[in-house]
Each structure stands twice: as structure tokens, then as C-alpha cells.
């Protein structure tokens, strides 16, 4: 047998390879060539949701192909990344995932349906938001060496509240106390805005609010900020320091999701999907509208989303740990 005829019938094996184990083409020319689905494991009207349904827009409106989103609601937002995570690798399933299900969850539960690291290929960092460490304004505290030099001082001083276990406001809290070594007595709610009654009416006395629901109250005096959770000041309020510019090296605590599909979809596939979305977040219609709910855009590479999860992953896992955090039965 000639040389060309081993050729010729090697690339025909791999052919026939392919479709018996059913691997995605590796090229794709015409993707997407039917409706694509983007999973949100929350409902309608949240940062999420809002996001996605924009990104469906505008790729429809790029690709003249029906990108739709589905709302996968519950476990707080794990069963949309679970059921991504079994979805064939064809670009078709998408996912907004955050940081609670992919780096959080996973070191308080026993049992996932999925593995953040080997189940997923990842698209871009789509947005953060931060939380403002904010006290009320009966806390004799002006500065953030006073906070922690009252908290010293009196232990049982200060009460949080949170918006649940393993939220970026209950980690915060949990990371400041690891890094001061002062004592915040925690206390779950069922969310952010369930906080507020209690903190304006005295009965809890610091928070790690979302950006977006304590903002207005610092503009209004009736909170007192000190500082952002992000690495990054906020644009919604640039004169606020960032917790790490006050003396925290390395402190966020910040909720973000990003773009993801399961593990093996070809990366051709990933720039694209990449490369679009990178594109529509800068759009100024885009950016005005989600940087006004006090959302952080950002858009990097496959690579660095996928450094990000890998990295916070044991970081959070050895805070948990040490502060002893269990997820309620």
C-alpha cells in the first residue's frame, strides 16, 4: 500500500472516530447554526438574569440565531451549572454561573454534581459586585483602625447581618475577622434586603451590604461607609478605598459570575463566544445600563476566568475551614 493510501485511510479512521464517539467538529464553520441556550440559575429581573437576556439580544442580533435563556432555578444556583456541566460540548448550552456555585458550594458540601474545575470550559469574567463595609452612625468608630480597636476592645460589640451562609456578605465578615483577629457575631437572613430593617432600626450595627442596596443609604447619611470589597474602587462611588487599599493585602469578597460551557466544547468555539461577549460589554449602551446597578463589568480571557476559579477555590476552602462554616441542613 502507497504512502497516500495510508494517509487517505488514516484521515478517514479519525472521520469515522469522531462520529462513533461523537466528538464536536473541531472547525464549526457555520456556528451557530441552531438556537443556543444560556442557564441562569436564578430568576427573572436579578443581575444575572439581566445580563444574560442582554447578551441574547445582542448575539441574536449578531448571529441571526435565537440565543435564549433559561432560568434554572434552585440548590442557589447550582442546578443550572450541574445541568451544564451534562450538556454536550457543542457551544449550544451556556452557562452564567458565579463564584457561590463554582468556588463556595463546593467547600461547604458534601456532594456536587459537578467538578468547578475539570467539568467546565470558561468564557470571560462577565461582571462583580461589590459589597461596602458600612456601620450605622451611632458606632463611635471614624476609621477603619478605629473599628477594629473597638472590636478589640469590646468583643460582643458588634453584630452583622448577612444574606445567608456562604454569601460574599457572610465572607466578608469572615474575612475581616481572620485578618484582624476581632470578633463579629454573624447572622443570616433570607437576602440582602431582608438585612435592612434590622440594621436601620439598631438592632444589628455593621454590614457587608451589596453595593447596589447600601449606596443610597450612605448618600443619604444613614449609613457610614468605609470601604469596597473589590480589588478595584467602585465607578458607582471612586472616592470609597478599597478594603485592601486600607490595610487589607489580598481582601474581596465580592459575588461575580461569568460565561462558561461544559469541558471539552472546542475552543475555536470558546474565542468565538469570547470574542462577542468581550464586544457587547463594551458597548456604552451595555455598560451604562449594568455599571448603573452598580455592577463591575469585566471581560477577560478563557485563561484568567479559569486562573480565578482555581485559585479562589483553596482560599475560600481555608477560610471556611478555619472559621468552622457549615451549610445549614
Known amino acids: 500500500m502507497r504512502k497516500s493510501q495510508i494517509s487517505g485511510l488514516a484521515v478517514m479512521l479519525v472521520?469515522?472516530?469522531?462520529?462513533?464517539?461523537?466528538?464536536?467538529?473541531?472547525?464549526?464553520?457555520?456556528?451557530?447554526?441552531?438556537?443556543?441556550?444560556?442557564?441562569?440559575?436564578?430568576?427573572?429581573?436579578?443581575?444575572?438574569?439581566?445580563?444574560?437576556?442582554?447578551?441574547?439580544?445582542?448575539?441574536?442580533?449578531?448571529?441571526?440565531?435565537?440565543?435564549?435563556?433559561?432560568?434554572?432555578?434552585?440548590?442557589?444556583?447550582?442546578?443550572?451549572?450541574?445541568?451544564?456541566?451534562?450538556?454536550?460540548?457543542?457551544?449550544?448550552?451556556?452557562?452564567?454561573?458565579?463564584?457561590?456555585?463554582?468556588?463556595i458550594n463546593p467547600n461547604l458540601m458534601d456532594k456536587l454534581g459537578y467538578d468547578p474545575v475539570k467539568d467546565f470550559s470558561y468564557i470571560t469574567q462577565i461582571f462583580i459586585v461589590p459589597n461596602i463595609l458600612v456601620v450605622t452612625p451611632d458606632v463611635p468608630a471614624k476609621t477603619i483602625q478605629e473599628l477594629v480597636a473597638l472590636a478589640k476592645a469590646k468583643p460582643d460589640y458588634f453584630v452583622a447581618g448577612h444574606a445567608g451562609v456562604g454569601t460574599s456578605q457572610h465572607l466578608g465578615g469572615e474575612l475581616l475577622m481572620a485578618m484582624t483577629g476581632v470578633k463579629i457575631q454573624q447572622v443570616p437572613y433570607r437576602g440582602s434586603t431582608a438585612v435592612l430593617p434590622d440594621l436601620m432600626g439598631g438592632r444589628l450595627n455593621i454590614f457587608f451590604g451589596n453595593i447596589a442596596i447600601v449606596l443610597p443609604l450612605v448618600r443619604e447619611g444613614k449609613l457610614r461607609a468605609f470601604g469596597v470589597t473589590s480589588r478595584q474602587r467602585s465607578p458607582q462611588i471612586p472616592e470609597l478605598p478599597t478594603m485592601e487599599e486600607l490595610g487589607f493585602p489580598g481582601f474581596e469578597a465580592t459575588a461575580w459570575f461569568g460565561l462558561m460551557a461544559p469541558a471539552g466544547t472546542?475552543?475555536?468555539?470558546?474565542?468565538?463566544?469570547?470574542?462577542?461577549?468581550?464586544?457587547?460589554?463594551?458597548?456604552?449602551?451595555?455598560?451604562?445600563?449594568?455599571?448603573?446597578?452598580?455592577?463591575?463589568?469585566?471581560?477577560?480571557?478563557?485563561?484568567?476566568?479559569?486562573?480565578?476559579?482555581?485559585?479562589?477555590?483553596?482560599?475560600?476552602?481555608?477560610?471556611?475551614?478555619?472559621?468552622?462554616i457549615k451549610m445549614p441542613q
Do not use: C
Not at 435563556?69 to 447550582?78: D, L, M, P, Q, Y
Not at 462577542?276 to 484568567?304: D, I
Open 15 to 103: 472521520a469515522l472516530a469522531s462520529l462513533a464517539f461523537g466528538f464536536p467538529a473541531l472547525a464549526q464553520p457555520g456556528y451557530p447554526d441552531r438556537p443556543i441556550r444560556i442557564l441562569v440559575g436564578f430568576p427573572p429581573g436579578v443581575a444575572p438574569d439581566i445580563t444574560s437576556r442582554l447578551l441574547a439580544d445582542k448575539f441574536n442580533e449578531t448571529w441571526a440565531k435565537s440565543v435564549v435563556v433559561e432560568n434554572v432555578t434552585g440548590a442557589g444556583g447550582n442546578l443550572a451549572v450541574e445541568r451544564t456541566a451534562k450538556s454536550a460540548p457543542d457551544g449550544y448550552t451556556l452557562a452564567m454561573g458565579g463564584n457561590a456555585s463554582l468556588v
Open 266 to 324: 472546542p475552543r475555536p468555539l470558546i474565542d468565538k463566544l469570547h470574542a462577542e461577549t468581550v464586544k457587547v460589554l463594551a458597548q456604552p449602551e451595555v455598560r451604562a445600563r449594568l455599571e448603573g446597578m452598580g455592577l463591575q463589568l469585566v471581560g477577560n480571557t478563557p485563561g484568567q476566568l479559569t486562573d480565578i476559579v482555581k485559585n479562589e477555590l483553596p482560599m475560600w476552602g481555608k477560610i471556611i475551614k478555619d472559621a468552622g
